[in-house]
C-alpha cells in the first residue's frame, strides 16, 4: 500500500489491497473483501479460501456481492474477524500509541480498535507507564496476533538504504539527542533506516512521532534527505 502523510497525499502507488479470488488475507491490513452472506451472527466475507466475520452493527445496509474495506485480523480462537473502524497502524508500521493500563504481562496501548494492542514487558526498553505515549512498531506472532513492539532498534533495517536521488520517503521523528533527532526513514516499500539529523535537519522535530515528507539526495552531511513542512502526527502516518 502507499507511505500517505496526514493529509492523505501518497508518497507514490502501492497495493490497493484489494483480494483477487484464492488469494490469502494479509492479517492486520485494510482489505478490499467481497461480501458472501449476511445471517444472524452477522456479515460474512470472502478472504481467500475462508470467510472473515464482521458485525452487523457496523455495516446494517451493506448487501451480498458488494465490496468492503475493512481491518482484517485474527481472535485468541483463531477466528478471522473484521472490522471497518481504522487503526492508528497496521501490521508493519510505525506510531506513536498512548498505554491504557498495564497488565501481568505488558502493557496495552490505544491503536483506535476495541481491543487494545499488547506490548511485551520484553518488548519494552523501560517499563510504559499509563498515559504515556511511546514509538512502537506493529508486529505479527507465529499466530498471526498483533503486539506492538517498541525496542526500535530491532525494527530498523541494516542494509544500505535501496533509495535513488529524489526518491520520496517519510521521516518519522524517533529520539531527540544533544546533537538534534534520530529519524526513521520509510520508503514506500516499507524498508525503514535510522538516520541521524542535525540540528539544522528538518525544522520543527521537537516531539518523537512527528511526521515529515522528503526526498533522498545522497550528500556527506548529517541528513541527506530534503524535507517540507512537519506534518502533525496523525492516527495512521502511512497505510
Given at each position: 500500500?502507499?507511505?500517505?502523510?496526514?493529509?492523505?497525499?501518497?508518497?507514490?502507488?502501492?497495493?490497493?489491497?484489494?483480494?483477487?479470488?484464492?488469494?490469502?488475507?494479509?492479517?492486520?491490513?485494510?482489505?478490499?473483501?467481497?461480501?458472501?452472506?449476511?445471517?444472524?451472527?452477522?456479515?460474512?466475507?470472502?478472504?481467500?479460501?475462508?470467510?472473515?466475520?464482521?458485525?452487523?452493527?457496523?455495516?446494517?445496509?451493506?448487501?451480498?456481492?458488494?465490496?468492503?474495506?475493512?481491518?482484517?485480523?485474527?481472535?485468541?480462537?483463531?477466528?478471522?474477524?473484521?472490522?471497518?473502524?481504522?487503526p492508528?497502524?497496521?501490521?508493519?508500521?510505525?506510531?506513536?500509541?498512548?498505554?491504557?493500563?498495564?497488565?501481568?504481562?505488558?502493557a496495552?496501548?490505544?491503536?483506535?480498535?476495541?481491543?487494545?494492542?499488547?506490548?511485551?514487558?520484553?518488548?519494552?526498553?523501560?517499563?510504559?507507564?499509563?498515559?504515556?505515549?511511546?514509538?512502537?512498531?506493529?508486529?505479527?506472532?507465529?499466530?498471526?496476533?498483533?503486539?506492538?513492539?517498541?525496542?526500535?532498534?530491532d525494527?530498523?533495517?541494516?542494509?544500505?538504504?535501496?533509495?535513488?536521488?529524489?526518491?520520496?520517503?517519510?521521516?518519522?521523528?524517533?529520539?531527540?539527542?544533544?546533537?538534534?533527532?534520530?529519524?526513521?526513514?520509510?520508503?514506500?516499500?516499507?524498508?525503514?533506516?535510522?538516520l541521524?539529523?542535525?540540528?539544522?535537519?528538518?525544522?520543527?522535530?521537537?516531539?518523537?512521532?512527528?511526521?515529515?515528507?522528503?526526498?533522498?539526495?545522497?550528500?556527506?552531511?548529517?541528513?541527506?534527505?530534503?524535507?517540507?513542512?512537519?506534518?502533525?502526527?496523525?492516527r495512521?502516518?502511512?497505510?
Amino acid at each position: 500500500m502507499a507511505v500517505k502523510d496526514s493529509n492523505g497525499n501518497e508518497l507514490n502507488d502501492g497495493d490497493s489491497g484489494h483480494m483477487e479470488n484464492g488469494e490469502q488475507p494479509e492479517l492486520c491490513r485494510l482489505q478490499t473483501l467481497r461480501v458472501a452472506r449476511i445471517d444472524k451472527r452477522g456479515v460474512w466475507l470472502e478472504a481467500g479460501e475462508r470467510l472473515a466475520h464482521l458485525s452487523r452493527r457496523e455495516a446494517p445496509r451493506v448487501t451480498p456481492g458488494e465490496q468492503l474495506e475493512v481491518f482484517l485480523y485474527q481472535d485468541i480462537a483463531g477466528e478471522l474477524q473484521a472490522t471497518c473502524r481504522l487503526p492508528l497502524a497496521q501490521a508493519g508500521e510505525f506510531a506513536l500509541l498512548t498505554v491504557q493500563s498495564v497488565g501481568p504481562h505488558g502493557a496495552f496501548l490505544d491503536w483506535g480498535l476495541a481491543k487494545d494492542l499488547l506490548a511485551p514487558f520484553r518488548l519494552q526498553p523501560e517499563r510504559m507507564q499509563v498515559g504515556w505515549s511511546y514509538l512502537v512498531k506493529v508486529e505479527l506472532d507465529q499466530q498471526g496476533r498483533p503486539f506492538a513492539n517498541a525496542r526500535i532498534d530491532d525494527c530498523l533495517d541494516r542494509g544500505r538504504p535501496d533509495l535513488h536521488e529524489g526518491d520520496q520517503v517519510a521521516l518519522l521523528i524517533w529520539q531527540l539527542t544533544d546533537l538534534g533527532a534520530k529519524v526513521i526513514v520509510i520508503c514506500a516499500k516499507m524498508a525503514s533506516w535510522m538516520l541521524p539529523c542535525a540540528r539544522s535537519g528538518p525544522r520543527g522535530c521537537r516531539m518523537p512521532g512527528m511526521l515529515y515528507l522528503g526526498h533522498w539526495k545522497p550528500m556527506a552531511a548529517p541528513c541527506p534527505c530534503t524535507t517540507g513542512a512537519p506534518r502533525r502526527p496523525s492516527r495512521r502516518p502511512w497505510a
